[in-house]
T-cell receptor
Framework: SQTIHQWPATLVQPVGSPLSLECTVE??????LYWYRQAAGRGLQLLFY??????ISSEVPQNLSASRPQDRQFILSSKKLLLSDSGFYLC????????????FGPGTRLLVL | QKEVEQDPGPLSVPEGAIVSLNCTYS??????FMWYRQYSRKGPELLMY????GNKEDGRFTAQVDKSSKYISLFIRDSQPSDSATYLC????????????FGSGTRLQVQP
């Protein structure tokens, strides 16, 4: 069966510091991968998605970037964090060619101070 | 106007009640309709999905899609305190952009 991991689970970072969040998926090949941000009490904002290694689509221009160095690894990065980057970051995967079954990881809670 | 609208709630019901959660949408290209449940501080969990119009039942949960009205519903029968969570609707096209469009979620509280 498929499993999706995210780490770290929680992170407290000062403004201006760099960021690296990692997501890995097990049990599937060539998945579509997604990064979302969820502000407190708000819906999901799609940040990036990837349909293959090195292929990144950006949904919202901002202080963040994403990379997919391996088939089942998705990384969210920032060179300098802003206060507004605080939130709950969720990674998700979907089987290539499917449009209806997207599965989420446990999330990373980021607090920028 | 957002592509998907969902009442944020909170919706408070007594245990055993029938719960109705709803979303409206504007994009007629959406063909897949999903419902997710999200407990506090956890990732969303896929409850069920439907394709095009019609009903789908899974235990105490029934998903309903009315494409003519651009309206989808999730019914929960015999609601339990463990159903207390935020419920997110999501939808997608058959082709094109490989991503889902989410509603903002409805917070449900089932009182024991």
């Amino acid at each position: 069966s498929q499993t999706i991991h995210q780490w770290p689970a929680t992170l407290v970072q000062p403004v201006g510091s760099p960021l690296s969040l990692e997501c890995t998926v097990e049990g599937t090949s060539n998945p579509n991968l997604y990064w979302y941000r969820q502000a407190a009490g708000r819906g999901l904002q799609l940040l990036f998605y990837s349909v293959g290694i090195g292929q990144i689509s950006s949904e919202v221009p901002q202080n963040l970037s994403a990379s997919r160095p391996q088939d089942r690894q998705f990384i969210l990065s920032s060179k300098k964090l802003l206060l507004s980057d605080s939130g709950f970051y969720l990674c998700a995967w979907m089987e290539a060619g499917r449009q209806e079954t997207q599965y989420f990881g446990p999330g990373t809670r980021l607090l920028v101070l | 106007q957002k592509e998907v609208e969902q009442d944020p709630g909170p919706l408070s019901v007594p245990e055993g009640a029938i719960v109705s959660l709803n979303c409206t949408y504007s994009n007629s290209a959406f063909q897949y309709f999903m419902w997710y449940r999200q407990y506090s501080r956890k990732g969303p969990e896929l409850l069920m999905y439907t394709y095009s119009s019609g009903n789908k039942e899974d235990g105490r949960f029934t998903a309903q899609v009315d494409k003519s009205s651009k309206y989808i519903s999730l019914f929960i029968r015999d609601s339990q305190p463990s159903d207390s969570a935020t419920y997110l609707c999501a939808m997608s096209r058959v082709t094109g952009r490989r991503a889902l469009t989410f509603g903002s979620g409805t917070r449900l509280q089932v009182q024991p």
